[in-house]
């Protein structure tokens, strides 16, 4: 008889039940309050088959919001095929993919890049994209001795501990996010202007409603430059209203992930293996550790339109 064990995780003895998941013997550790498990007794290499075993998983995924596993011994075709089955997976149009797994994105840190800082910010993978990110599944190939975690924030709770009266305010509000003013803003000119004519800023609720949950989600971010919708007489009497009022508006909705109650912080060894929800989650990678080498595998599984 198979089963979820949920050590110091009373929530987590539903999880395997959730949308009717298959059970699996799954030790399940929670490790905070708001966000995030680490899960023992698995191996992911088995879920690539194991129909069973994915479908716990994926409850886990929507209940915890991010997993953790440690010593996987996944080879990098395992890694895809197991990502593989949460949906399509893609590239990134500016990091490095693997030549022989198209999908498998590495993301190669090393002393000779002391300035290479794009991840060091609190965001939700792509949403500079039309259809941003469904999850990911990061494997850890070589980190440093010390530092270089990574951390993850809770945003349906973000969203969920807001004052009512800033729940109102941004209830239909709108947001554009960017790549060219992210990934883009230390290209040369033409170069920049040819990566947003390949990607043009996207527009997206500030408040996305979870596919499968149900859960409201506060989703803005690093990509997020300004709202769409913000100059209307409601919200703008005067100038200062809106240049002002808006961007201090966004600003204090952005800064919400780096509330710690909101947080997990893993620390990572070689063959551990992260799988976050990118539709209820942003992260930040702890740029703390050159002259380090952090050699992470990313594989980034394409999602849907929020709404």
């Not at 039940?17 to 290499?45: M, N």
């Not at 993978?125 to 924030?153: I, K, N, S």
Request: hydrophobic share 40%; charged share 25%; aromatic share 8%.
């Amino acid at each position: 008889m198979s089963s979820v064990l949920a050590v110091d995780a009373p929530i987590g003895a539903r999880a395997a039940g959730l949308a009717g998941a298959p059970q699996a013997d799954i030790a399940v550790i929670r490790l905070t309050c708001a966000i995030g498990a680490e899960l023992q007794g698995v191996q992911l290499s088995r879920a690539v088959h194991d129909d069973a075993l994915f479908a716990s998983l994926r409850a886990l995924l929507l209940e915890h919001k991010v997993l953790f596993l440690r010593s996987q011994r996944l080879t990098r075709g395992e890694h895809v095929a197991f990502a593989s089955r949460f949906g399509a997976l893609e590239d990134h149009p500016v990091a490095g993919s693997d030549p022989e797994h198209p999908g498998l994105v590495r993301i190669y840190k090393s002393p000779e890049q002391p300035n290479d800082r794009y991840e060091n910010s609190w965001h939700s993978d792509a949403t500079w994209r039309e259809c941003p990110q469904f999850g990911a599944v990061l494997r850890c190939v070589e980190c440093p001795p010390v530092g270089g975690d990574t951390m993850w924030a809770n945003m349906a709770l973000a969203y969920a501990k807001l004052p009512e009266e800033i729940k109102v305010r941004i209830k239909d509000l709108k947001a554009r996010h960017s790549i060219e003013a992210s990934f883009g803003a230390a290209m040369p000119e033409e170069q920049r202007h040819a990566l947003k004519a390949r990607f043009p800023d996207a527009e997206h609720p500030v408040v996305r409603t979870h596919p499968e949950t149900g859960e409201k989600i506060l989703f803005v971010n690093s990509f997020t430059t300004h709202f769409t919708n913000f100059h209307r007489p409601e919200n703008v009497r005067v100038g200062q209203d809106y240049t002002m009022g808006a961007s201090q508006l966004l600003q204090y909705l952005i800064a919400q992930a780096a509330i710690p109650e909101y947080q997990v912080r893993w620390r990572w060894s070689p063959g551990d293996v992260a799988i976050w929800d990118n539709r209820a989650t942003q992260h930040y990678a702890v740029m703390d550790y050159p002259p380090s080498h952090r050699k992470m595998e990313r594989a980034g599984i394409i999602g849907d339109r929020p709404f």
